[in-house]
């Protein structure tokens, strides 16, 4: 669920709306925005927890604007390596669903990559990163 916590980062620094164009993930048809998609990753006893993520990003504005929006993403979370925090998620009823989560180190992100056309002949753009927690 760090994956989640890191899409209300986003959505709290004005990158968009959680189920509106911040899609945690899934990529439903229709919808354009950024997701995210959890890659997981391993590690031994003792180490602390990492997960690895994929973004993508397409709009049906542009295939420049999609573009555009991932990149100001990526730069967010350059420089946002020294963040310790990632902010709690709430339901619509106000329920905790995903806790606040402490001593966060949130790496660079790759660069971004074409990943092909959607069924609209659209650009879905794509980067990776990693979280320790």
């Known amino acids: 669920m760090i994956t989640l916590n890191l899409l209300k980062?986003?959505?709290n620094n004005g990158f968009g709306t959680i189920d509106k164009d911040l899609l945690w993930e899934k990529l439903a048809l229709g919808k354009d925005g950024v997701y995210i998609s959890s890659l997981g990753d391993s590690h031994s006893r003792g180490e602390r927890h990492s997960c690895r993520y994929e973004l993508y990003s397409r709009s049906k504005e542009s295939d420049v604007a999609g573009y555009q929006k991932l990149k100001a993403i990526l730069e967010?979370?350059?420089k946002s390596f020294d963040v310790?925090?990632?902010p709690e998620v709430k339901n619509r009823?106000?329920?905790i669903i995903a806790p606040e989560v402490n001593?966060?180190?949130i790496m660079p992100p790759t660069s971004i990559a074409n990943n092909g056309l959607d069924s609209n002949n659209r650009i879905i753009w794509t980067a990776q990163g990693q979280i320790y927690y």
Do not use: D, Q, Y
């Open 9 to 11: 980062l986003l959505e």
């Open 76 to 78: 967010f979370l350059e």
């Open 84 to 86: 310790c925090k990632l």
């Open 93 to 95: 009823n106000g329920a």
């Open 103 to 105: 001593n966060v180190t």
